[in-house]
């Protein structure tokens, strides 16, 4: 059994986003205990107050990051993997036992000391989400990830 935890900056808003969490997190029962972590996004006017507010979330992930896991956090600069190379990534990090955890950072992204602390840096897509839409997309994608494990018919 995998053990998985996402931790995130901001809560899901809207009903729609919380149902799609609701389904992944039940489709992923069988193959994993995942455990979701939401932090308080910090407000801000504008982005220069960025290193501030970077800095405030950031203390609260750091603080609840797992000391045994793999650290992952979803970045725009991170590597762009394929969905098979992603279910190799989980396969290899999380089958022995290890614990996995993905970071999502609030709009404003990440501290350097966030980013400097972790074990990978991985890009959803070129393209920019909001944090929610992040969170949903990792939540397949972890699905998705245990299909390929398990031979399942969802990825073809």
Same mark, same amino acid.
């Given at each position: ?19 799609? #969490? ?11 205990? %995942?455990?979701? #972590? =939401? ?6 006017? @504008? ?8 800095? $405030? =979330? ?5 603080? /609840? ?16 993997? @394929? @969905? =098979? =190379?992603f279910a190799a990534l989980v396969q290899d990090k999380g089958e022995r036992?290890? /614990? ?23 890009? %959803? ?5 909001? /944090? $929610? ?7 397949? #994608? ?12 969802? /990825?073809?």
């Amino acid at each position: 059994m995998y053990r998985i935890t996402v931790l995130t900056v901001g809560k899901l808003t809207e009903g729609y986003w919380r149902e799609a #969490q609701s389904e992944y997190m039940k489709r992923l029962k069988p193959f994993s205990h %995942l455990d979701i #972590q =939401e932090y308080k996004e910090e407000p801000f006017s @504008s982005v220069y107050d960025k290193a501030r507010v970077t800095a $405030q =979330e950031g203390e609260k992930i750091l603080s /609840h990051m797992p000391k045994d896991g793999y650290i992952i956090a979803l970045d725009k600069d991170g590597r762009k993997i @394929s @969905s =098979e =190379e992603f279910a190799a990534l989980v396969q290899d990090k999380g089958e022995r036992g290890g /614990h996995l955890a993905f970071l999502i950072g609030g709009p404003l992204g990440f501290s350097d000391e966030v980013l400097n602390s972790v074990d990978a840096r991985l890009s %959803l897509s070129s393209l920019t989400f909001t /944090h $929610q839409l992040a969170r949903i997309v990792l939540l397949e #994608q972890i699905y998705r990830a245990m299909t390929i494990l398990h031979g399942k018919k969802y /990825h073809y």
